[in-house]
């Protein structure tokens, strides 16, 4: 056969003259000589290049590859599009041939909420990327894919992505959206943002000589400047980032484009701006944000959900805010728990934290609305650690200032000087001789490239562990026992083999999905109900439609018994109905 391939390539190459005949038969060799490193596709149909950061565009490029390579296990879709007209890419993953995907227990993976804090995309693309890829190679993987949905998003902020990567900017901006905003009350719209006055595509930060300043130089490292000392005479002030007075109202810098929070836009104890900067007018004001709203209400089957920001090194669960903590049941807390406490041993150097209690407070953020309104097992990840630049442990000593220092040594030793812009002169038309330099854009934030690959695999590993405890509804076993007047009593033993539950119990008592449904076929049924207690036998019974019985939750790694008397005998159909579990059936003969 190869031979026959050889032959056509020779033939080809001598009827055109162009064929690149050398080129393949290189690759083949390679592959074959080659030992495959684990952890990835040997072959993989879509090659991507995971050391690099990609724009909206071309995120939509990868989705719309996988999807074609693996027709099918993945989907490829838009869900809304943003202010400025970018598609939220959608890419589903679920083998579409084992059951429809909508009805499959989901887990829901988004990134990049806010517009600077780019490499969630990657971690999410990289998550469907390597679910397809190793669909078929690994049991574990297989066994996934054809029982769960996952719905990856990469980017819910293509505005706020696409201008970080094409625009200068700081690591920190933008972290808004780009639906233009009046920040300072003055009728002009977005008219000051940060200017790249040396053109180097990055904006860093702004230093005057001043006796009276309360800045110095650090010794170590003249890019580093410290704060000084109470009995140290200063060298410098510090006027922050880079910029001019665009509109000549004294003030610099002091509307940038947008300028809300699109994690505080959502509709779970939302805050309005003079509570909670960045709110905006009312939750669901932004259009991103109505796109997933409206999304994860058309698709109940979500059980879990992961959103991805930078960074610090954390998997965080709710509440936002401490007067929420009630939401937070018991029950709820030790899946969290389980799950959480799974993170930081698949990730080192990330710390399991609650948002309120150990970080601060936050109205209508996402995660709070995921668990809140959705009733979902809702985690976000702090993407990239300072425990990533030498592998040493947070300890009280080291302080912003410490981990300063240590990001201009790792920047030192492995970057070899390529995250810092050097202190160089400038003449400010506002502020006279000054010096611009500082951190790029593209460093302290984001991993730099031999590290993303282990960022995203690491992350992934600990959402295909959440989406593989979404709740698996199944008919164990049915038993029967034959009474008097050609009556027969049935029980099915109905299982959830995961360790979420069918509902959270914030689910519960808010009646958010309905109750999973457990229904026998074959023979008229008499009477049917829940078992309450399973030594006594005492059944709870449910007076209408007993042939259907609704369930409240079937708890993770537990069972519920129903049982039935009919009349009639075998053979008898079981069906268990879960919007978050999924379905199963069984059949007595
Ligand atoms: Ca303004
Ligand atoms: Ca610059
Ligand atoms: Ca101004
Ligand atoms: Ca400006
Ligand atoms: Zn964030």
Same mark, same amino acid.
């Given at each position: ?174 972290? !808004?959206?780009?639906?233009?905003? $009046?920040? #300072? %009350?003055?009728?002009?719209? =977005?008219?000051? *943002?940060?200017? +790249?006055? /040396? ?41 922050? !980032?880079?910029?001019?007075?665009? $509109?000549? #109202? %004294?003030?610099?810098?002091? =509307?940038?484009? *947008?300028?809300? +929070?699109? /994690? ?326």
């Amino acid at each position: 056969m190869i031979r026959m391939i050889e032959k056509i390539g020779i033939i080809l190459c001598l009827l055109f003259g162009m064929i690149n005949y050398s080129t393949a038969k290189v690759e083949k060799e390679l592959t074959k000589s080659s030992l495959k490193a684990l952890g990835a596709p040997n072959n993989p149909k879509v090659e991507v290049i995971w050391n690099r950061y990609y724009d909206s565009k071309e995120i939509g490029e990868i989705c719309k590859r996988i999807s074609e390579a693996y027709p099918k296990l993945a989907k490829f879709n838009s869900i809304g599009k943003s202010y400025e007209g970018r598609d939220i890419w959608l890419l589903t993953i679920s083998n579409s041939e084992k059951g429809d995907p909508d009805k499959k227990p989901a887990m829901y993976i988004d990134g990049n909420i806010h517009g600077n804090e780019i490499q969630g995309g990657e971690v999410s693309l990289y998550t469907g990327w390597y679910l397809a890829e190793m669909y078929g190679h690994l049991d574990w993987i297989t066994q996934l894919v054809d029982e769960k949905t996952f719905y990856i998003i990469p980017t819910i902020n293509p505005d706020g992505r696409d201008h970080f990567m094409h625009d200068a900017n700081s690591p920190n901006s933008p972290r !808004s959206g780009f639906d233009p905003r $009046d920040d #300072d %009350g003055d009728g002009l719209i =977005d008219e000051d *943002g940060d200017d +790249d006055l /040396n053109g180097d595509g990055n904006i860093t930060q702004m230093r005057i000589k001043d006796p009276n300043g309360r800045w110095v130089i650090d010794p170590e490292d003249p890019r580093i400047m410290l704060p000084a000392k109470p009995d140290q005479k200063g060298e410098y002030e510090l006027l922050w !980032s880079e910029g001019i007075d665009n $509109d000549g #109202d %004294g003030l610099v810098n002091e =509307d940038d484009p *947008g300028s809300y +929070d699109p /994690n505080r836009n959502w509709h779970w104890k939302w805050a309005p701006q003079y509570v909670q900067w960045g709110a905006d007018r009312y939750p669901g004001s932004l259009p991103e944000t109505r796109a997933v709203v409206d999304f994860v209400f058309k698709h109940n089957n979500i059980a879990a959900f992961q959103t991805y920001h930078n960074s610090g090194g954390m998997i965080l669960r709710g509440p936002g805010n401490k007067d929420d903590q009630q939401t937070y049941r018991r029950e709820d807390l030790q899946v969290y728990d389980f799950l959480g406490k799974l993170g930081e041993e698949i990730l080192p150097g990330y710390r399991y934290l609650i948002v309120f209690k150990d970080l601060y407070p936050v109205f209508g953020g996402e995660l709070d609305f995921f668990y809140g309104v959705r009733g979902g097992i809702t985690f976000s990840n702090e993407l990239w650690t300072s425990f990533d630049y030498f592998r040493k442990k947070q300890d009280e000593e080291r302080n912003w200032f410490g981990s300063q220092k240590e990001t201009y040594r790792f920047d030192k030793l492995l970057l070899f000087g390529e995250g810092v812009v050097d202190w160089k002169p400038y003449n400010h038309p506002q502020y006279g001789m000054i010096e611009i330099g500082g951190i790029k854009k593209a460093w302290t934030r984001t991993a730099p490239s031999f590290m993303l690959e282990e960022m995203c695999h690491r992350n992934m590993a600990f959402t295909l562990y959440n989406a593989y405890h979404t709740p698996q509804v199944s008919v164990d076993s049915i038993f029967t026992k034959e009474l008097p007047g050609g009556l027969t009593e049935v029980t099915a033993i109905i299982k959830n083999s995961r360790v979420i539950p069918t509902h959270t119990s914030q689910d519960i008592q808010n009646k958010i999905t309905r109750p999973d449904y457990v229904s026998i076929s074959g023979g008229k049924v008499l009477m049917g109900g829940i078992v309450e207690d399973r030594l006594t036998g005492l059944v709870k019974d449910q007076k209408r439609n007993p042939e259907k019985i609704e369930v409240e939750a079937i708890p993770g790694m537990e069972a519920v018994f129903v049982k039935w008397i009919v009349d009639g005998k075998k053979p008898f159909v079981v069906n268990v109905d879960s919007e978050k579990g999924g379905k199963d059936s069984k059949q007595l003969k």
